[in-house]
């Protein structure tokens, strides 16, 4: 019974070591974290639409509505907070200006 042990207690130190080896995740320009963490926020503040009918010669053929909502945005959630920290999770930087500073956040 105390062989068991001490084999548990010494494959330890290798699976942490094989743990520390696991590839870091890839950072990429904050510049580029910005941009693509701009959808993300975008997609926090208001639900998309979008609205389909089909006409053809024979008169009406059918339509659609589609709502599409964000786990961010039922939970209330700011897109401020959402943008800078995905910012930070892509590039490992702060993003270089607020939200309601970049190019294209009022325009949408």
Do not use: K
């Not at 494959?11 to 094989?18: I, M, N, Y």
């Not at 998309?48 to 964000?70: A, C, K, N, P, Q």
Request: charged fraction near 15%; aromatic fraction near 4%; charge should be positive.
């Amino acid at each position: 019974m105390a062989g068991r042990g001490a084999l548990g207690l010494s494959l330890a130190p290798a699976l942490l070591g094989l743990a520390a080896c696991a590839p870091a995740p890839v950072q990429i320009p904050v510049e580029q974290a910005e941009r693509v963490c701009m959808v993300q926020a975008l997609d926090a503040r208001a639900p998309r639409t979008e609205v389909g009918l089909g006409i053809g010669s024979h008169g009406y053929r059918g339509g659609f509505v589609r709502v599409d909502m964000s786990a961010d945005q039922i939970l209330g959630r700011d897109p401020s907070q959402i943008f800078s920290q995905c910012v930070l999770r892509r590039s490992g930087q702060m993003p270089t200006r607020p939200l309601y500073e970049q190019p294209g956040w009022g325009a949408n």
